[in-house]
């Protein structure tokens, strides 16, 4: 499903984000990426889902070379993805619904159709009773539930969280990653990235380890 | 604006016919009016009553018959009317031409330089709303930053991002158009009652006139090419990244 080959990444600043990256990712994997702060876990997203492009290296996606995708048609990558993101980056000006229904309206799905499944992916995230709220009016880890529900609404192939857990209590960052672990079990393959150990020692089955860019060892759990 | 053309005296009514049927073959005649010996006779009367015994006095009538030709208000240049002038003239039994061309000649150059002072302000207007138009959207596109970048993130084309801006400057464009025809239609119907009696002699030159409906509908869609234009400028840097 995703392939990185020998990726590197280096920005304006010396020293590498990232230096010889590889590895594999199958269809239905959940996948734990960690390390300590600046080792390049988020990098790594990035280019995943091609916010910035790799130094070095070729990443394969679902059997496409996403470096070969020209600019104007990358929206057709980023469709298959779902992105959940540390700081939510939701429209605080629309209600919840409108959050969510926008993935669906890119997407040019008729209303009604938007409409159920926006109730749907909102049901699984336990927030079907507040899509009429202002995301403001709710608290964090309902702001990320929301963030959850528009990364899913679409039924992606690939579900990517930057740290999703990361302005939570423990409480709700174990309900935020049950809420992934269904989404994976419902078929989408996920990859987390997290410094959180407990969150990995509870939920981790395949673990990438991090280190100033260096993928130090993967396991298996 | 008018010509008066005298006549010989002793013109037979074909020759008379003749002339007045070469008046009215010119594109720059509106009107053509025949004044008999008589009828100026009797306008001068009405005109002046307190002559009216030397002109009783008088054995035969002084005053030519004559064309009275009002000429279009938009010819298209004082050469124009100079030559129509000669060819008239040379007829036979035009006797004498009542005409004041440099008066012509001043108030056509006197147009010509509204005109072009025009063009000029409408250009300046035209990049200036271009600018606006163009800074409004940046501006709107800067303040949904984050929205955008979410959209792309789901899987946004660019065509769908930009449409909502495009439509917003084609509408802005759009708006400013009507608003300067109203703007226009309060001025013209407004300023002449203003100006009033400042305008003087000018007045009867200086003729306020509004847009023609295609004129109205050009300016109106010029506003919304301008709008489209200054959205798609300033979205193309933005949509390149």
Not at chain 1, 53 to 78: A, E, M, W
Not at chain 1, 158 to 179: C, K, Y
Not at chain 2, 79 to 104: H, L
Request: hydrophobic content about 45%.
């Amino acid at each position: 499903m995703i392939e990185l080959y020998h990726v590197w990444k280096q920005y304006q600043k010396p020293g590498w984000a990232l230096s010889d990256v590889s590895f594999h990712v199958e269809r239905g994997d959940f996948w734990f990426i960690t390390g300590p702060s600046g080792s390049g876990k988020t990098t790594l997203l990035k280019i995943i889902f091609r916010e910035i492009l790799p130094t070095q290296g070729q990443i394969i996606v679902d059997r496409r070379n996403i470096l070969k995708i020209p600019d104007h048609k990358i929206y057709q990558l980023r469709r298959k993805m779902g992105i959940v993101f540390q700081d939510f980056r939701l429209l605080f000006h629309k209600r919840v619904f409108d959050n969510v229904a926008v993935v669906l309206q890119v997407l040019g799905v008729p209303r009604k159709e938007i409409r159920r499944r926006v109730f749907n992916a909102l049901r699984m995230v336990n927030l079907h009773n507040k899509m009429w709220e202002y995301p403001s009016h709710l608290s964090y880890g309902e702001q990320q539930r929301i963030a959850i529900a528009r990364a899913v609404v679409n039924h992606p192939m690939i579900i990517l969280a930057d740290e999703p857990t990361g302005n939570l209590d423990t409480e709700l960052a174990f309900e935020i990653m049950s809420l992934l672990r269904e989404v994976n079990k419902r078929g989408a393959t996920v990859i987390i990235c997290t410094h959180d150990r407990e969150l990995i020692r509870h939920f981790g089955q395949k673990i990438l380890f991090l280190y100033k860019g260096k993928l130090l060892r993967k396991e298996s759990l | 604006m008018a010509a008066v053309f005298f006549l010989e005296n002793d013109l037979t009514p074909e020759q008379i016919d003749n002339i007045e049927a070469k008046l009215k073959e010119s594109p720059l005649v509106l009107e053509v009016n025949f004044i008999t010996s008589d009828d100026a006779v009797t306008r001068f009367k009405n005109k002046f009553p307190e002559l009216e015994g030397i002109v009783a006095n008088l054995k035969a009538n002084p005053f030519p018959a004559s064309f009275e030709v009002t000429l279009r208000e938009n010819i298209m240049s004082s050469s124009d009317t100079a030559d129509f002038i000669y060819q008239i003239q040379r007829i036979p039994g035009i006797d004498d031409i009542q005409f004041n061309q440099d008066w012509v000649e001043r108030m056509q150059s006197f147009s010509r330089l509204t005109r072009a002072i025009g063009f000029f302000l409408g250009g300046i207007l035209i990049l200036a709303s271009f600018f606006i138009i163009s800074n409004v959207i940046k501006l709107n596109v800067f303040s949904r930053k984050d929205e955008i970048e979410i959209q792309r993130f789901i899987g946004a084309t660019n065509h769908f991002i930009r449409v909502p801006f495009l439509i917003e400057g084609t509408m802005l464009g759009f708006m400013g158009g009507a608003m300067s025809l109203i703007l226009l239609l309060i001025t013209i119907n407004l300023l002449p009652l203003y100006l009033g009696a400042s305008l003087g002699v000018l007045k009867e030159f200086i003729n306020f006139r509004y847009l023609t409906f295609g004129q109205s509908v050009n300016v109106m869609l010029g506003g919304a090419l301008i709008g489209l234009f200054g959205s798609l400028t300033s979205l193309a840097r933005f949509l390149k990244k």
